[in-house]
T-cell receptor, first 112, second 115 residues
């Protein structure tokens, strides 16, 4: 029940295209859902995060869509750029614990 | 403002040895969490320290232990190293009682290779 599932495992998108990564969870106590971006040899960096009281959050080219009833959330990267090529992790945290549960990651490659 | 700093960056140890990894949290943060990231996988929670005490622990054996100092910095110790302990070890800092802003900042990690 602590697991966060993530798909696809890898994604190849043309420059200017839309990248979509999906995540699903089971634990209804989760109340904070961040997305992290990780470049090779670096630690994860927070990209955007959402709480279950909203269905969508947009920051620049990055949008999180959240479906509380389906227990699913997704990251959309509009106008994908080669510099977006990285591994993306969805994560979840509940209000009681202090640790994040991470998905297995999606390796995104944006072709020039 | 320095972010989360970890040392060393890379480390090679022999099976059976012991290792200590270090982390200094972001300025103003009081909580340090440690994660293990195996190659090609997401980070897995090891444990968290607040007020110099272990507050939460993930599914890791007792060979993994830690410590937090009064200045909030932290150490991760791993005894009797196994080949399977080879991974990127990440430190994340946060505020324990953050009401709404629960963002965690990660360091760049320590790459541990056990041979």
């Amino acid at each position: 029940q602590q697991q966060v599932k993530q798909s696809p495992q890898s994604l190849i998108v043309q420059k200017g295209g839309i990248s979509i990564i999906n995540c699903a969870y089971e634990n209804t106590a989760f109340d904070y859902f961040p997305w992290y971006q990780q470049f090779p040899g670096k630690g994860p960096a927070l990209l955007i995060a959402i709480r279950p009281d909203v269905s969508e959050k947009k920051e620049g080219r990055f949008t999180i869509s959240f479906n509380k009833s389906a227990k699913q959330f997704s990251l959309h990267i509009m106008d994908s750029q080669p510099g977006d090529s990285a591994t993306y992790f969805c994560a979840a945290k509940d209000n009681y614990g202090q640790n994040f549960v991470f998905g297995p990651g999606t390796r995104l490659s944006v072709l020039p | 403002d320095a972010g989360v700093t970890q040392s060393p960056t890379h480390l090679i140890k022999t099976r059976g040895q012991q290792v200590t990894l270090r982390c200094s949290p972001k300025s103003g943060h009081d909580t340090v969490s440690w994660y293990q990231q195996a190659l090609g996988q997401g980070p897995q929670f090891i444990f968290q320290y607040y007020e110099e005490e272990e507050r939460q622990r993930g599914n890791f054996p007792d060979r993994f232990s830690g410590h937090q100092f009064p200045n909030y910095s932290s150490e991760l110790n791993v005894n009797a190293l196994l080949l399977g302990d080879s991974a990127l070890y990440l430190c994340a800092s946060s505020l324990f009682w953050a009401a709404f802003d629960t963002e965690a900042f990660f360091g760049q990690g320590t790459r541990l290779t056990v041979v």
